[in-house]
Nanobody, 124 residues
Framework: QVQLVESGGGLVQPGGSLRLSCVAS????????VAWFRQATGKEREGVAC????????AFADFVEGRFAISFDTGKNTMYLQMAGLKPEDSATYYC?????????????????WGQGTQVIVSL
């Protein structure tokens, strides 16, 4: 069983940056797809970005528009989401998730383990 713990959320002004971290424990995430999802109040959860722990391929939602970067540090079993150019509409609770995959990452793929979430608020 994989346990995931996010950190790094907070309040940031529009145009600012944040780096979210997600530490995995319980097992090493070899050949896993790991991803960030978000859910704003009153809205459905949506995928933000994913990366494969072994292959390194990544994918992003259209709304990211090149503003975010995702990475996975195998030595630390930790995933990161570097966010820049933040907009008020990026405000949400961000969740990390993981799932075994032998075929790269897919935001619409299967994710079995989820973190508890970290809140991001983009406001003046």
């Amino acid at each position: 069983q994989v346990q995931l713990v996010e950190s790094g959320g907070g309040l940031v002004q529009p145009g600012g940056s944040l780096r979210l971290s997600c530490v995995a424990s319980g097992r090493n995430l070899d050949y896993y797809q790991v991803a960030w999802f978000r859910q704003a109040t009153g809205k459905e959860r949506e995928g933000v970005a994913c990366v494969h722990s072994a292959y390194g391929n990544d994918a992003f939602a259209d709304f990211v528009e090149g503003r975010f970067a995702i990475s996975f540090d195998t030595g630390k079993n930790t995933m990161y989401l570097q966010m820049a150019g933040l907009k008020p509409e990026d405000s949400a609770t961000y969740y990390c998730a993981s799932g075994r995959s032998w075929h790269g990452c897919d935001l619409k793929g299967r994710y079995d383990s989820w973190g508890q979430g970290t809140q991001v608020i983009v406001s003046l």
